[in-house]
């Protein structure tokens, strides 16, 4: 889930749906079509499941619509493409409300996101992705910010001026990829604005965590996973209490040399160390 800038939901959707990395045999395209289709079944059959609870609750259980029903419906996803997902933390996870960051290079991502089943978190996605039907009703029911491309300037505006009034109100914490878009080409990209200007409001600390996905597992922006293992590496929380408008770029670049440096770090690593967890 992302502040995303992708123009094309469109060309979003044929990147999920088609794209096979060169080399990929008949048989592999095959099975890997076949979990496709499995996974889109369970995802759909999970939404309605999650929009009858959410009917019957008053859409006021976000924690169980959060932190269980999506939480389990993504592991159970990686599970069938037999990818699992080993968190590394610095400490005790933070208390109180956060925003959190991460790195954003895969269709892996999204999953392992919400199955950390971030404590009263909401999330950010790029809006018109709500057109995948499933993954609009169960984005809704989990109380999703949707987004909008970076060249609707006023209507993103409008869109995180409501998600920080929001997030005010209720003290929950939030995730989105300051990317704003799968970034495949092993760097990290260029970084929007939003969760900063989140972070400036809220004067709350900022939890940044890189995902690292080995090459042979990451499909990048298609759906030829294969199976293995990702890390989740939390960092320290970034302290934003004295943060002011006027400084929020190099503030953001500050983050973003952070996460350059993450990438340097955990990318470096061997995969046998990395599967170790």
Known sequence: MSDSSDPSVDTVERRVILSFAPGRSLAFKIRTLLKALVSTIVLTLWSLLM???????????????????????????LWQWNIDVVVHRKGEPPGGQVIYISNHSSTIDMFAVISLGLVRCRYFLFGPLRRIIPLGIIATVMGTFFTCPQTQSEKRARIFQRADRILHKTGESVYLTPEGERVTTGDIGHF???????????????????IQIPKHVDPGAGIDATPGQIQIYFEDPIQTNDWVQEELIKNRGKVRDMFVGYSEKYGSLPVSVQSRG
Do not use: C, D, M, Q
């Not at 929009?51 to 996803?77: D, G, P, Q």
């Open 51 to 77: 929009l009858a609870v959410a009917v019957i609750t008053l859409f006021r259980a976000r924690r169980l619509y959060n932190e269980y029903l999506a939480k389990w419906l993504a592991k159970f996803i």
């Open 192 to 210: 929007n604005k939003g969760a900063f200007h989140l972070a400036t409001s809220l004067k709350v600390p900022i939890v940044p965590f890189y």
